[in-house]
């Protein structure tokens, strides 16, 4: 469960970095070449797979009764943000 637990967070993070990613799009800004890598890498191209992998973990351990469902706030955040990521990469 701790695996869990730190895996939520870390999503969350990188899901900060999308929803960064997705604003700095509309807006035109020159970032150094070092924040730039952080953001393309954090939340472009792993935000969305491991947001996935936390959700089926998250789905699979309610399934399996390891963990009671409680709405709290970062993976209810999780959630809502891979499907606005599903909506975004897939349309």
Known sequence: MKGFLFLS??????NLLFVLCVVLRLVAVEWSGT????LIIGGW???F???????VWGI?????????F???S????NAVLLIFQLFFFLL
């Open 9 to 14: 967070k870390l999503v969350f993070v990188l």
């Open 35 to 38: 924040i730039a890598s952080i």
């Open 45 to 47: 191209m792993l935000a």
């Open 49 to 55: 797979p491991l947001n996935a992998v936390a959700a």
């Open 60 to 68: 699979v351990a309610l399934l399996r009764k390891e963990m009671e």
């Open 70 to 72: 409680q709405l709290k």
């Open 74 to 77: 970062i993976p209810f955040v």
